[in-house]
């Protein structure tokens, strides 16, 4: 469900540093070793993003379905094509899965999609400069 809410512009820059910790400490990680994880750190840093983009805007987004709306709200407002917000909620459908099920992804998956999560993420970085 999405809210209206008083902006809150120091938890957005809270939530920026913490995406910035992750990614710096994702970059030290021997990613082949552990596609699943990261996997999780990289859509942890894009969620993060996405919030601290939302809570600047004065939006709160949650309930059930929360990660979903979030993507389908930040798509809507970044004019990020539907491949790309297809693409988000893949990662969110692996995330769950990875997270509630056991789920193991290859590292394939990781090689081969880099460029496209960091693509995502300098955008959000850049959204919120």
């Not at 990680?29 to 750190?41: E, F, R």
């Not at 942890?44 to 600047?56: G, P």
């Not at 990875?98 to 850049?126: C, P, Q, T, V, W």
Request: glycine share 4%; aromatic share 8%; net charge positive.
């Amino acid at each position: 469900m999405i809210t209206k809410v008083k902006p809150d512009k120091q938890k957005s820059e809270s939530l920026k540093k913490m995406a910035e910790i992750t990614l710096e400490r994702l970059d030290n990680t021997d990613m082949g070793k552990y596609p699943s994880n990261t996997l999780l750190d990289y859509y942890d840093v894009v969620h993060k993003l996405m919030e601290a983009f939302t809570l600047r805007e004065g939006i709160k987004v949650k309930g059930e379905g929360a990660h979903q709306e979030l993507v389908d709200y930040i798509a809507k407002q970044q004019k990020i094509d539907e491949q790309m917000r297809q693409f988000l909620q893949q990662m969110r459908d692996y995330r769950n899965r990875i997270s509630y099920e056991g789920f193991m992804i290859h590292k394939n998956y990781i090689d081969l999609n880099k460029a496209i999560i960091r693509g995502i993420i300098k955008h959000l970085f850049e959204q919120l400069k």
